[in-house]
């Protein structure tokens, strides 16, 4: 642990540090920061209450539901499209995340180098190319979401990290993709050395980082949220809030999805509700539903904003199996958030682990350790919530019901942007089209599903273990993970 001086400039202990960290924890609201905006927030708009007709249904309105109703109406606007949400617009992961804007599409150079070597240049060509949409989409609606493209630098906190980010940079330069004008070569890959990366952003925890410049933006992800419900109810698409989907079923014609009130008759429907169990029995074998915290300081004074640099407003994130990420907020707040990813058995989804201080505690230490020139900074929230994730660590798509229905889900805490893409997919899949995305073997092919519980429970708490013992041991993977890794099951992020 970092040392950090008493007021009597004196050496301060473990405990007294710890004690300074809970401290800071104090006066931390137990909501999200993005979602405490009442300024912003927009009224919800009325439930469902009788039957409707449309020629697209879409379940679901965080990102994935959102973009899904929004191009549809682009591709056609002359189509018939109602989305329905369970409880308000944006309120679960869209609303509530760490606001990282990625071009990646499989959770990463190396998770994606991996698992798809053939046509891991196109992905990251798409992925650049959908990244640039949603840019384009936030000017074209005139969505106010802080929108800023900062690029992000993958950190080394650990010597064997160093080695781990220049092979990354050197694969990158050996693959050259410059298609679109994105290169993913030397110009827009850099490898930053120990001073180089705290010439960026001082810590002493940081030994070398890995800037990838423009494949990230940094922007508010409630406010686009909002904004895209906006530019849906803009292009015609009724939205119906506090209406959960309770049960799908079809005909040789149409879909039919019943909720509280009433129900939706359509030819089509897409379904975009990710870590909540899925209207189709046959994809939650695929989702584990897992927990992740975040904190948000106060705004940082301009002395404290120098003593750490940051000029560039990059995003940040360590190269450890339990990671940290964080950000500068447009009025200089930092989000902390990461480390803790916890599973609950059954796959159980309940509000109150919404909040768990002893993550909150952990992450207050981890903070000033990262950046001891800024104790006494207060943390204003503290926050958790569900995400989806699945044993590629990277969406997954398919159909059903005759290919009237599709979905994409799996995100695992990278949907800000690919969920985009993941729209774009399913309205490709419902339109029986061949594209350039459905003929991907990373969209024609399925993630190994988790095995029932108890086994689920059991291994995913046996490789959360053997994770934190990688990180402990310089990098090296047990058995257990070897043997993941060889099956397919990843746990490699």
């Known amino acids: 642990m970092t040392t950090q001086r008493g007021g009597d400039g004196t050496e301060a202990g473990p405990a007294v540090v710890a004690d300074a960290a809970t401290r800071a924890l104090a006066g931390a609201r137990p909501v999200p920061f993005w979602l405490d905006d009442p300024e912003h927030r927009p009224d919800a708009l009325p439930a469902l209450t009788g039957d409707e007709e449309c020629d697209l249904l879409v379940v679901g309105g965080g990102y994935s539901g959102l973009w899904t109703a929004l191009i549809a109406k682009e591709r056609d606007p002359g189509r018939d499209v109602v989305l329905v949400e369970a409880k308000e617009i944006g309120w679960a992961a869209s609303g509530r995340n760490g606001g990282f804007c990625d071009s990646s599409l499989t959770h990463g150079f190396a998770n994606g180098l991996a698992r798809w070597p053939e046509e ?62 994105c290169d993913v070569g030397e110009e827009n890959v850099t490898f930053l050395d120990r001073d180089a990366v705290r010439a960026e952003v001082d810590s002493p925890s940081f030994l070398a980082g890995l800037w990838f410049r423009r494949g990230v933006a940094m922007l508010n992800p409630a406010r686009l949220a909002w904004g895209l419900k906006r530019a849906c109810v803009g292009a015609g698409v009724r939205i119906y809030e506090n209406t959960p989907a309770r049960q799908l079923a079809s005909d040789a014609a149409s879909v039919a999805v019943r909720t509280p009130y009433g129900r939706v008759r359509a030819r089509q429907a897409a ?116 995400i989806d994730t699945c044993s590629r660590f990277s969406p997954f798509f398919g159909t059903a019901h005759g290919g009237r229905v599709s979905y994409a889900a799996g995100y695992t805490g990278l949907g800000v942007g690919a969920t985009r893409f993941g729209a774009e997919v399913m309205l490709d899949l419902l339109s029986g089209e061949q594209t350039e995305r459905t003929q991907l073997e990373f969209v024609r092919s399925k993630p190994l599903p988790f095995p029932p519980e108890p086994f689920r429970w059991a291994g995913i708490a046996l490789t959360q273990w053997s994770l934190a013992r990688a990180d402990a041991r310089g990098g090296r993977r047990n058995l257990w993970l070897k043997a993941m890794d060889a099956a397919g099951m990843g746990f490699d992020s």
């Open 120 to 181: 891991f240049t196109t992905l990251e060509r798409l992925g650049q190319r959908n990244l640039d949409a949603i840019e384009h989409a936030v000017a074209r609606y005139g969505i106010d979401c802080d929108f800023e493209r900062t690029g992000e630098i993958e950190l080394a906190t650990q010597p064997h990290q160093v080695a781990e980010l220049r092979e990354a940079a050197e694969q990158a330069r050996r693959l050259g993709l410059d298609a679109d004008g």
């Open 271 to 386: 379904l975009g509700t990710n870590a909540f169990p899925s209207l189709l029995r046959r994809v939650r074998p695929y989702i584990a539903p897992v927990y992740d915290y975040a904190l948000m300081t106060e705004p940082l004074s301009e002395e404290q904003r120098a003593s750490v640099g940051w000029r560039n407003r990059q995003g940040l994130a360590d190269s450890a199996n339990h990671f940290h990420y964080f950000r500068l907020t447009s009025d200089d707040r930092i989000l902390w958030g990461g480390y803790d990813v916890l599973y609950h058995y059954g796959s159980k989804i309940a509000a109150e682990y919404d909040q768990r201080p002893e993550t909150f505690r952990k992450l207050a230490g981890h903070f000033f350790d990262a950046f001891p020139q800024l104790a006494g900074l207060r943390f204003t929230h503290a926050w958790g919530g569900v």
